[in-house]
């Protein structure tokens, strides 16, 4: 399985940023998705995560982050509105439980004024 993050990038906070997440291997229509994210130093967290009975977030997230998904793109969308500093992190998609697919290189997410 190979996983593809993209879209990280530097933001200001209060600004936006869209990641996409593909995996020709991995249906995401059929498949609970989550967008996970690690700081160095601090464990792995799941930021959202979308089933077949709807999405579920972090608390600290709820309200700025939207997660969708793609049945004919087959992709996994994370939009970030009102990015914080405390939202840096290099983002990671894959199923939000293990079993885990092999992880991606993630993207790396900065919000610096």
């Known amino acids: 399985v190979h996983i593809v993050e993209s879209g990280g990038g530097l933001a200001q906070p209060g600004g936006s940023l869209t990641l996409s997440c593909t995996a020709a291997e991995i249906s995401f229509s059929l498949n609970s998705m989550g967008w996970h994210r690690r700081v160095p130093g601090k464990q792995r967290e799941l930021v959202a995560h979308?089933?077949?009975?709807?999405?579920n977030y972090l608390e600290s997230v709820k309200g700025r982050f939207t997660i969708s998904r793609d049945a004919r793109m087959n992709t996994l969308t994370l939009q970030m509105n009102n990015l914080q500093p405390e939202d840096t992190a290099v983002y990671y998609c894959n199923s939000p439980w293990p079993p885990f697919h092999t992880w991606g290189q993630g993207t790396q997410v900065t919000v610096s004024s």
């Open positions: 979308i089933t077949s009975k709807g999405t």
